[in-house]
């Protein structure tokens, strides 16, 4: 896009000349949402998702093209995220659910359900027989991981 000189490069997210917002995929640790948003609605706040290249800020007035040669990138703000500890039988049946979230790579220090309490709570022992009259016992005997780090 051509800008004269000394005046202000337009926020072209926000004068509709960019159809759709800059994206920037998720990670394990944290959310990225296109410029900042106000705190009433959520709104995007016009001239925050640009930054020039090589800075970490947007500048919330606009930039005034000085140089030949300007670039703007977007700008993402980052949520850093948190999961719910979810314990599960190999069947995928819910056993327990942790009340409390935990951030990415934060430390998780409550206790597993105990072998006692998954008996007492569910049917974790069962019986198949095979056509060959082979008999297995299917018995809970433990977690295959216990988290210390998410």
Known sequence: MYVT???IAPD?????MLEDMPEKATTPQ???TFGLRDDREGNYVEYSGWKKANTDLPSLSGYVIQDDN????????????????????????VVSTSKTTVKYNGSYD???PTITDIHKKY??????ISNAGE??????????????KI
């Open 135 to 148: 008999v297995t016992y299917n018995i809970f005997d433990g977690w295959d991981k216990i988290p210390n």
């Open 70 to 93: 300007v670039i703007l990138e977007p700008y993402f703000s980052t949520t850093e995220r948190e999961y719910t500890i979810r314990w599960l039988l190999n069947n995928g049946q």
């Open 30 to 32: 944290y959310i990225y």
């Open 110 to 112: 409550k206790l597993a």
């Open 12 to 16: 072209i997210y926000a004068n509709g």
């Open 5 to 7: 000189k000394d005046t």
């Open 123 to 128: 049917e974790t022992c069962s019986v198949t």
